[in-house]
């Protein structure tokens, strides 16, 4: 055998030691962009390698993140997307990967753009799989290898864009209002992934947690809708996937607003706000450790 072969067969062999997660729910304003945010520099704080990945076309993560989307030259992921997609070479414009990641203090970002709105329209008649798109980008460019975690913010909508998100994800977070909306938005969500899982080609990520937002505990009908989602979540995937409820908090609003995370605050009504995010960072890495194992 030549000596060519058993090195590729090494580096094959190899399976990226970072993780894909993505902050998924079809509902708008349930607080992914804050949670992928937040949890994006719990992660950071613990001193990992953290890429945000914006795939939502209103473009807020990347916002969050300091970037000008409307600056002349900003080139976002969807570019990026139609780029490597070779049938679609029409539509190619030149862009480097590498240019596209911004690097900030804590984190790196990639971020999105109203074109975005466009992805399903603009792969529809393609042959390739078009639900892998994003996943065969993110290892064609060794983004895994590159970054510890990869932290997608994902769009409020169920389509071809969000399967590329679930298909090309390790693991998922779903934040959620409690309420009878969002019991039935959830049943929706979990079929989708199931027929991810049932079309074979893909392993379909893990839910490692769902995160109850915007709480309201002293309101009656919240706590028990709460109960009762919680009480079908642990039946369906056992015991500990839901996080203590994030409530209304004014600080988590404060520190968006000037972009920033709740890590960047030393005022005492930041401490339960940053020991939230870190409780959702310790169950991704228990989760990353407990898989590799
Ligand atoms: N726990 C919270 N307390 C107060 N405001 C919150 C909380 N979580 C999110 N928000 C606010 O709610 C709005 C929607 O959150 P966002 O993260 O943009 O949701 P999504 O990305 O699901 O649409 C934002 O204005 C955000 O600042
Ligand atoms: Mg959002």
New binding site residues.
């Given amino acids: 055998m030549g000596i060519f072969k058993s090195a590729r067969k090494s580096v094959e062999n190899e399976a990226p030691k970072g993780r894909v997660l993505a902050f998924l729910?079809q509902?708008?304003?349930?607080?992914?962009?804050?949670?992928a945010f937040n949890t994006a520099h719990a992660l950071s704080e613990k001193g990992y390698k953290v890429l945000c990945l914006d795939l939502?076309p209103q473009a807020?993560l990347s916002l969050l993140c300091g970037l000008d989307t409307d600056e002349e030259g900003y080139q976002s992921i969807h570019q990026l997307l139609i780029n490597s997609v070779r049938e679609l070479k029409a539509l190619h414009v030149p862009a480097l990967v590498q240019n596209c990641i911004h690097h900030g203090n804590k984190v790196d970002v990639i971020g999105s753009c109203q074109a975005l709105s466009g992805f399903d329209l603009s792969v529809a008649g393609i042959n390739t799989p078009r639900q892998l798109i994003l996943k065969k980008f993110i290892a064609i460019n060794s983004l895994a290898d590159t970054y510890d975690y990869i932290i997608i913010?994902g769009p409020?909508t169920l389509g071809l864009l969000v399967v590329n998100i679930m298909c090309a994800a390790d693991g998922l977070l779903v934040?959620f209002r409690p309420d009878e909306f969002s019991r039935k938005g959830l049943g929706h969500f979990y079929n989708v992934l199931e027929d991810i899982d049932d079309m074979g080609i893909i392993k379909a990520p893990q839910v490692i947690a769902h995160i109850p937002?915007?709480v309201d505990l002293r309101r009656k009908i919240e706590s028990d809708d709460l109960a009762r989602i919680k009480e079908e979540i642990e039946i369906e995937f056992g015991p500990g996937r839901v996080t203590e409820p994030?409530?209304?908090?004014?600080p988590?609003?404060r520190s968006?607003a000037q972009r920033k995370s709740v890590y960047e605050f030393n005022s005492k009504e930041f401490h339960s706000l940053k020991e939230q995010f870190n409780d959702v960072a310790n169950r991704i890495t228990d989760w990353h450790r407990s898989e590799v194992q």
């Fill in positions: 729910n509902k708008g304003g349930v607080g992914k962009t804050t949670m939502d807020n913010d409020p934040p937002n915007l994030f409530l209304n908090r004014a988590l609003v968006s």
